[in-house]
């Protein structure tokens, strides 16, 4: 158990819709990272935020926005949902930008 | 132009068989080198951090080293529960987050 925890585990959708995936990082963790895994594809970066800051930008779609709260917890919103956005998101956290990253279990969407 | 290059994309071995997987990188300024573990539909699991060329560190039947252009994972005896794969990442020059290469899907029969 990473201490990265992610809610929901398994989430299936219309297109069209929205959802918000959420991610409580590892106690005393400030960075939370966002990434997407598809079938066919690696690990892409999504977007980072240290203590509530937005500090980096991955290959996010515009659909897509995030936030990290004053608790440190982090959502992830998707929305207008495609086929094509069916795919494992992760979140992690680390103590600082540029340490190791540790990473939930991931939220499986299917957008049907 | 990737960052990062895994090689080989997938590798079957007999258990027992020891082999080792690579990581190559194209840019300068390397901050860190990272190895995890991802089963399949699980998050990768953090294994080794290496910052320095020469580094080694070992971890059961796994060792990574660091060169200045590549690092190796190296697997000793593996078992079929080393199945996995195995991605590297990489932290360059004033990034803020992790690279990360395509993986290795290790398959080690019994």
């Known amino acids: 158990d990473s201490g990265v925890t992610q809610t929901p585990k398994h989430l299936i959708t219309a297109t069209g819709q929205r959802v918000t995936l959420r991610c409580s990082p590892r106690?005393?963790?400030?960075?939370v990272y966002w990434y997407q895994q598809s079938l066919d594809q690696g690990l892409q970066f999504l977007i980072q935020?240290?203590?509530?800051?937005?500090?980096a930008k991955g290959n996010i779609l515009e659909r897509f926005s995030a936030q990290q709260f004053p608790d440190l917890h982090s959502e992830l919103n998707l929305s207008s949902l495609e086929l094509g956005d069916s795919a494992l998101y992760f979140c992690?956290?680390?103590?600082?930008?540029?340490?190791?990253?540790?990473f939930g279990e991931g939220s499986w969407l299917t957008v049907v | 132009e990737d960052q990062v290059t895994q090689s080989p994309e997938a590798l079957r071995l007999q258990e027992g068989e020891s082999s080792s997987l690579n990581c190559s990188y194209t840019?300068?300024?390397?901050?860190?080198l990272f190895w995890y573990r991802q089963d399949p539909g699980k998050g990768p699991e953090f294994l080794f951090t290496?910052?320095?060329a020469g580094e080694e560190k070992e971890k059961e039947r796994l060792k990574a080293t660091l060169t200045k252009k590549e690092s190796f994972l190296h697997i000793t005896a593996p078992k079929p529960e080393d199945s996995a794969t195995y991605l590297c990442?990489?932290?360059?020059?004033?990034?803020?987050?992790?690279?990360f290469g395509s993986g290795t899907q290790l398959t080690v029969l019994p």
């Open positions: 992690a956290s680390s103590v600082q930008e540029g340490n190791t990253i540790y």
């Open positions: 106690s005393g963790d400030l960075s």
């Open positions: 935020y240290y203590n509530g800051e937005e500090r």
């Open positions: 840019v300068s300024g390397l901050r860190g």
């Open positions: 290496l910052y320095s």
């Open positions: 990442a990489v932290l360059l020059g004033s990034a803020r987050q992790l690279t």
